[in-house]
């Protein structure tokens, strides 16, 4: 496994900003592997993902905190640093669909996923077989429109129990509380069977196939409090015709939703993944 930093920086934009924060890496004898910027002209900011190896860094990282402080807030910067060797825990949360779970818990099973997977959770019995071929644990918390506070409180029990870091909603079939969500600001991600802003909520294959459109999509983006609105992390298209009935595009979505979840996790576990406003960046 590789030991590297990974630090995430937003800020105004303004000239000294890469020096400054290079030559505070050479000063501890850094090695940088991977430095990626972007400036958004219309917001004024500055954005960066920089990696580099920890092996021979001359800095404590228990002390990179303070040490990287007067430099923060001379520019005025948000940052994140994370290490490599620190795997976060990982929950997905299901219903019935087990193809986006059977997905990510083989990738994880052969190291695509630099993570932990400690807990699935589900609101059917349907995807315990596949949860415990993987030896991942199970369980089910029936939700109804009546127990909704309830069954969200005894969710987030088993998420502090198993010091859950992320969650990922593999076609979970349930709108998340406001209070659910807030406990959990970007660090919850799900997968929506169209391209999102279009046919948002419910039945989007039947809607695009009532519209007659010739592209349909998958979205994976950060949840937040407003239904299929949080900041988007990766989609992808393809084509049909009007030959296709709504169990084709079902079919073929079922691919798109796949592979558009399983970038969208890896590049969160990669911390590629930069917030601002309502939008990402994504560092190559």
Known sequence: MKNTATLLISCPDRKGLVAAIANFLYTYNANILHADQHQDDDAGLFLMRIEWDLDGFALDMAAFDAAFAPIAERFGMQWQLRRSTQKPRMAIFVSRYDHCLVD?????????????????????????????????AYEVIAVNKDNK???????????????VDLIV???YMQV??????????????????????????????HRAHARGVKLIGATSHYVTEVLDDGPIIEQDVTRISHRETVDDLIQKGRDLE?????????????????VYGNKTVVFD
């Open 149 to 163: 506070a309830e069954a969200e409180a005894a969710q987030q029990a088993l998420l502090r129990e198993h010091g």
């Open 169 to 171: 909603l593999a076609r």
């Open 258 to 274: 796949r592979i558009v979840l399983s970038r969208a996790v890896r590049w969160h576990l990669d911390h590629r993944v930069l």
């Open 176 to 205: 998340l509380s406001h209070d659910f969500t807030s406990a959990y600001r970007q660090r919850v991600i799900n997968i929506h069977h169209s391209f999102l802003p279009a046919f948002d909520g419910a039945k989007p294959y």
């Open 104 to 136: 990510l818990l083989h990738r994880w099973q052969i190291g695509e996923l630099a993570c932990e997977i400690p807990l699935v959770i589900s609101n059917h019995e349907d995807c315990r077989r596949i949860a415990e071929f993987y030896g991942v």
